[in-house]
Every structure is written in structure tokens, then in C-alpha cells.
Nanobody, 124 residues
Framework: QVQLVESGGGLVQPGGSLRLSCAAS????????MGWFRQAPGKEREFVAA????????YYADSKKGRFTISRDNAKNAVYLQMNSLKPEDTAVYYC?????????????????WGQGTQVTVSS
């Protein structure tokens, strides 16, 4: 089993940057693919980015390409989401999630473990 705790959210002005972190417990972290999802008020949760077990492959939702970067450090049991050029429409609760199969996936049904989320607000 994996427990996930996100951090790094907050209030940022449009055009600014934030780096989200997700700390994972469990000795099997390096066998999981990891993903970031987000949910804005009144909207369904949506896929943001994913990274495979090794960190060698990544996948992004089209609208996030070029602005967001997912990475991981298996030695630290952590996954990160660097977000640049933030826009008001990026405002949401951001969740990290662990996928047991190790391979990339954008469907949240493939993710077995979820963090509690961290709020990101982009506003002037």
C-alpha cells in the first residue's frame, strides 16, 4: 500500500510558477507509475501528467504541454509537478496518485492510491 501527501500549493499571480511535491510512503514506490490530476470547482477531476516507474517516460494532457513538468526521485519516494506560466484556469485542487502497473496512464480508474490534494489558486 502507498500513502501520498501533497504539498506546495498556494496562491500565485498569473504568469507565476509553483512546484508541487508528493511524498509517498512504502518500500514499493519505485514500482508505481505516478500521476497528477486536478479538480476545479464545479468540474470533474481531470488528468494533468503522468510518469512511469523509472521516470524515463512522461505523458501530459495537451493543454499542459510546455508549461508543466512532472518528475520523480525514487530515492526520496517523491514525485513533483513544476508548473510555469500559470493561468487563472489552472486554479484547482491538485492530487497525486499511484498506479500499480508502473506504466503510464491517464485514466484515473487505473490509479489505486490518492493523496488528499493541495489547493492551487492563480489570481491577481
Amino acid at each position: 500500500q502507498v500513502q501520498l501527501v501533497e504539498s506546495g500549493g498556494g496562491l500565485v499571480q498569473p504568469g507565476g510558477s509553483l512546484r508541487l511535491s508528493c511524498a509517498a510512503s512504502g518500500r514499493t514506490f519505485s514500482t508505481y507509475a505516478m500521476g497528477w490530476f486536478r479538480q476545479a470547482p464545479g468540474k470533474e477531476r481531470e488528468f494533468v501528467a503522468a510518469i512511469d516507474w523509472s521516470g524515463g517516460s512522461t505523458y501530459y494532457a495537451d493543454s499542459k504541454k510546455g508549461r508543466f513538468t512532472i518528475s520523480r526521485d525514487n530515492a526520496k519516494n517523491a514525485v513533483y509537478l513544476q508548473m510555469n506560466s500559470l493561468k487563472p484556469e489552472d486554479t484547482a485542487v491538485y492530487y497525486c496518485a499511484a498506479r500499480p502497473y508502473g506504466t503510464l496512464g491517464y485514466d484515473e480508474r487505473g490509479y489505486a492510491y490518492w493523496g488528499q490534494g493541495t489547493q492551487v489558486t492563480v489570481s491577481s
